[in-house]
């Protein structure tokens, strides 16, 4: 039998054998449940596109997975409209291997999607896809559950060959999704052509796989003219006002710029006018990581917008630093200054570059972790984290790092409009709804 007559279709639902094996190999992985990231609705599960009733009644033969039965408000999975994206159905995410399985939400609990949700917690940056485990979507975001990543960069354009990630996003999106990983695209825009470079960034923020996700957010990487970047104050507001225009005012879209230095000409008050966060590059190559995060945490500060530290894990000796990826030490020192400055989220130059001390190291670090339970026992971090989340999504509380007053309302406004109980608290259920990916819209206004 030719390989293409096996690949038959199960159930009539375009599954193929190879493509089920892999969503039954994730689902083993990432322990899921029938509570744990099954849309609610007869849209496609969302695990590499399979459809909800033939999975269902596969695993369920085999005493994995009880049918899913029951009605939702949508799946979140939205193609990218110009209108307001309702609130979607919610499900739990998959906790990681050994750990409790998320508890189940009750079934009239949606994830509100007016806004769509700035990082918190721990990320890491994709550069080349085929270098993060070989480009496998399972493992890449076993990898990421294992080491409590929250987030992930993907890349997914260059000026060369415009937005090439479409078969990448389309594999990834769905396994992290369902994993309770956002997954932000991130390119450099060159400047020459500012409309070019935006154009080329909506083409990733709009791209829509087959069963319906989107990314997250978007990331423009504005670097020095000394890596060829036209960057002056009108090239920087062409692009980010252009780009703002194009997605609307509750599309995420963050600054990643280099790291503040007295020295350095770069118009920085222009970059990040049109942005929602900075995502500043601090690598500390043969300097303390202390002081050089400090530093960019107070030099940003005055933008009045969440920083967003990306670390570094990668070998600074061909920069003049140290040879080899820093000690586990120095990233354990980064991720608590970073935490002690109230940054929301924190990240790494890069999964390729990554060794297994760091790999531990970020996983094994107390700092950027999200509780939930009685604020009183939350770090001034860890509060402004949950701000800076309400925040985006559209629950606006002052950013302080103090639970207070307005962050319950906050809280309550927010599980009003996931049909929740509106304590105030951040419980199990309201933490997972707060982390559940969806489409942010996209709103044009120009």
């Avoid at 906790?95 to 079934?107: D, E, R, W």
């Avoid at 080491?147 to 990448?168: D, I, M, N, P, Q």
């Amino acid at each position: 039998m030719a390989s293409a007559d096996f690949e038959t279709f199960i159930h009539g639902g375009g599954v193929t054998v190879p493509r089920l094996a892999r969503a039954i190999g994730l689902m083993m992985v990432l322990g899921l449940t029938a509570t744990t990231n099954l849309h609610a609705t007869g849209r496609a599960l969302a695990l590499g596109g399979l459809p909800q009733s033939g999975i269902s009644s596969l695993l369920a033969v085999h005493g994995r997975l009880a049918p899913v039965t029951g009605t939702g408000t949508g799946t979140g999975t939205e193609k990218a409209s110009a209108t307001d994206s309702p609130p979607i159905a919610a499900t739990a995410a998959a906790a990681p291997a050994g750990a409790a399985a998320a508890p189940p939400l009750p079934p009239e609990a949606v994830v509100p999607a007016q806004r769509g949700a700035l990082p918190v917690g721990k990320g890491i940056w994709i550069w080349l896809a085929e270098q993060a485990e070989g480009g496998d979507p399972a493992a890449i975001v076993s990898r990421a559950v294992d080491v409590g990543l929250t987030h992930l960069y993907v890349r997914t354009a260059s000026l060369r060959e415009g937005f090439y990630a479409a078969e990448f996003l389309d594999r990834l999106l769905p396994v992290a999704h369902a994993a309770g990983i956002r997954v932000y695209a991130w390119d450099f825009p060159y400047l020459d052509d500012p409309g070019g470079d935006v154009r080329r960034a909506v083409a990733a923020i709009s791209h829509t796989t087959p069963d319906g996700h989107r990314v997250d957010g978007y990331v423009a990487d504005i670097e020095l003219p000394s890596m060829g970047v036209n960057v002056t104050p009108e090239t920087a507001r062409a692009f980010g006002q252009g780009l703002r225009q194009a997605v609307g005012a509750n599309y995420p879209l963050i600054a990643c710029v280099p790291r503040p230095d007295p020295g350095l000409d770069y118009p920085f008050a222009d970059v990040v006018a049109d942005f929602d966060a900075i995502a500043p590059m601090v690598y500390w190559l043969n300097r303390d990581p202390h002081d050089d995060i400090a530093g960019a945490m107070r030099d940003l500060g005055g933008f009045g917008k969440p920083i967003l530290p990306i670390g570094q894990a990668y070998d600074g000796g061909p920069e003049g630093g140290r040879r080899g990826v820093p000690p586990r030490e120095e990233l354990i020192r980064f991720m608590q200054t970073g935490d002690d400055f109230g940054a929301p989220a924190v990240s790494w130059w890069s999964w390729q570059h990554a060794d297994q001390e760091a790999w531990d190291a970020i996983r094994d670090a107390a700092e950027f972790r999200l509780p939930s339970g009685d604020p009183a026992g939350f770090g001034r971090s860890q509060v402004q984290a949950y701000q800076t989340l309400l925040s985006s999504l559209g629950f606006a509380v002052p950013i302080t790092g103090v639970w207070e007053g307005p962050t319950t309302e906050a809280v309550a406004a927010y599980q009003r409009a996931a049909r929740v109980d509106p304590t105030g608290v951040i419980d199990t259920v309201t933490r997972t709804l707060l982390l559940t990916p969806f489409a942010p819209p996209i709103q044009p206004t120009g």
